[in-house]
């Protein structure tokens, strides 16, 4: 049975519970344990699958499909263990369950209320695959005292009551603010946070305090003494100048160890931390720099592209380079010439999106990659892009576009070179979408396989023929334009198992252009780069030697 870890978050939000959690996770592996790692979001939102990237960031697919938070992304690229539609629960979710049983009669006529119903079907969420491994860390979304999340620190603070002493412990994260005209760290914030959550029940085994300078012994001694916690579990946590530093920072401060002895696990095992070391090495000490320009709609907030920043990195990672990526507004080249933009960069990443809002500067940044020999890498919406380039400027196809801005324009402008993609075989049956279905949950989603050509440069970067990547679209590429597109030299590379869904493109007379449906960015760890972000890395590495 696991012993759990409860993440909760006071003061101010986007401290970091997400990447403490995951560097937790890593350290505990370390030390030889098996973890999985989860996240109770209290919004109302069935799951973000809806939400704008500008709203909540970027959306993280899981190999069976969910929609999830960007923090279960963070769990992924720190612990290397594939997340779980049932490793991420919002109170949207929780409801729409509760809801759906007391329809069906399954409470037998009572009255439903948050105690017991609701915070039962969360600690019925909680137990799922407990047996599984040594840890479970669950991170609690949003702050102490915001009241869409008491349901869910009710439900903790009932769960860590019904099980056997010892088999629960609270993490607490702060802010510990600096005031710069008396020169002091302030822990009233702190105590007040940690007596919030004391007055739900709930008193925290171990204090992460968020800190822009060194805590003094003194401050330690007072938030022991006031929040009721060891001195030796108040632990700090200092401003990082990679993420990927917290593992080794944190055990540094001795976050693991406090953790272990709060559950009382003596003697600890001593932990293996040779890969993070390296992977420190790898980032602090690279052998060159290349600039990648990431040309999208969703620039203004970076966590919209999260996963393809990570992944950039794990690629620089993998070839001892600093990835320099900077962030270009697609809309711009709708009146600009994108030269002017795009030179000097070496290599050219266009990411997914959605509507047609930017989606001739994206195809215009495809044009300039293929004809001047730069490095390029389309991904969902930028190889859709790529193809409707070819298909505009070589292929005879002039009005080449998509059917996706055809429906929200709600004229017919364009050839439908990509289509609203209505039917798909999943596993052993077939998915069937209409155009006006419900937006969420409807997209093809998850992990699905894909046959890559003999020879082709895919083949060559995944060093087989048969690969699974994640996916999240509702339009697709149109097949029946392939014989065209072959002939000016767009190769489909990369196919659906029945040979019906393009999954892959690329230029044959080109030195690295590829796109890809899927998502590769998803699967890209730091110890273990997603392929075609090594490859394409490794290209624009070559290329930075030639300009």
């Excluded at 007040?192 to 739900?200: D, R, Y």
């Excluded at 979408?433 to 046959?451: F, H, I």
Aim: proline share 5%.
């Amino acid at each position: 049975m696991a012993r759990y870890i409860f993440i909760t978050g006071g003061v101010v939000s986007s401290l970091g519970k997400g990447l403490a959690s995951a560097a937790l996770g890593a350290l505990l592996q370390a030390r030889g344990f098996s973890v999985r790692l989860r996240k109770l979001d209290p919004y109302l939102n069935v799951d973000p699958g809806t939400m704008s990237p500008f709203e909540h960031g970027e959306v993280f697919v899981t190999d069976d499909g969910a929609e999830t938070d960007l923090d279960l992304g963070h769990y992924e690229r720190f612990t290397g263990v594939a997340a779980r539609k049932t490793d991420s629960i919002s109170s949207g979710r929780i409801y729409s369950n509760v809801l759906e049983k007391e329809r069906r009669g399954d409470y037998l006529g009572k009255t439903i209320q948050v105690i017991p119903h609701v915070t039962n079907e969360i600690k019925d969420f909680i137990h799922i695959g407990e047996d599984e491994v040594d840890f479970m860390l669950c991170e609690i979304g949003g702050t102490v005292g915001d009241i869409e999340g008491l349901p869910f620190f009710e439900a903790i603070r009932q769960f860590a009551h019904e099980q056997p002493r010892g088999q629960c412990v609270f993490m607490h994260l702060t802010l510990l603010p600096f005031l710069a005209a008396s020169g002091e760290l302030k822990t009233k914030p702190t105590q007040h946070s940690v007596k919030e959550l004391q007055s739900i029940g709930i008193a925290p085994d171990i204090l992460v305090c968020r800190s822009e300078h060194p805590i003094p012994e003194k401050e330690r001694e007072k938030l022991a003494l006031f929040c009721n916690v060891r001195p030796e579990s108040v632990i700090a946590a200092y401003d990082l100048k990679s993420i990927y530093d917290a593992p080794l920072a944190y055990h540094k401060e001795g976050l693991d160890q406090a953790v272990l002895d709060a559950f009382g696990i003596t003697p600890a095992p001593r932990p293996k931390l040779d890969v993070w070391e390296d992977v420190s090495d790898r980032i602090h000490n690279p052998e060159g720099e290349v600039k990648v320009a990431i040309v999208g709609k969703y620039t203004q907030l970076e966590d919209a592209y999260k996963s393809i920043a990570e992944a950039l990195t794990h690629g620089g990672m993998a070839n001892r380079v600093r990835v320099k990526a900077e962030w270009i507004d697609s809309e711009i080249f709708d009146s600009e010439d994108p030269a002017a933009h795009l030179q000097g960069y070496h290599a050219i990443l266009v990411p997914g999106g959605f509507g047609e809002r930017g989606t001739e500067g994206k195809i215009k940044a495809a044009q300039f990659a293929r004809e001047r020999n730069v490095p390029y890498l389309g991904i969902c919406l930028g190889m859709q892009m790529a193809v409707i380039e070819a298909a505009r400027n070589l292929a005879g196809l002039p009005d080449a576009g998509s059917e996706e801005f055809d429906h929200e324009s709600g004229k017919k402008r364009f050839t439908p070179v990509v289509y609203h993609l209505k039917e798909w075989v999943q596993g052993n049956h077939t998915v069937a979408r209409k155009l006006d279905d419900d937006k969420g949950g409807t997209m093809r989603l998850g992990a699905y396989s894909a046959v890559l050509s003999e020879g082709s440069k895919v083949a060559e970067i995944y060093e087989g023929v048969d690969i699974e990547e994640r996916h999240r679209h509702r339009y697709e590429v149109d097949n029946k334009y392939r014989d065209k597109l072959e002939k000016c030299g767009l190769v489909f590379s990369g196919m659906s198992p029945d040979g019906r869904l393009p999954e892959i493109v690329e230029w044959k007379n080109h030195p690295w252009f590829i796109g890809v449906q899927f998502h590769p960015e998803l699967k890209s760890k730091p110890f273990a780069p997603a392929p075609l972000f090594r490859d394409f890395i490794r290209a624009a590495k070559e290329m930075s030697r030639l300009v």
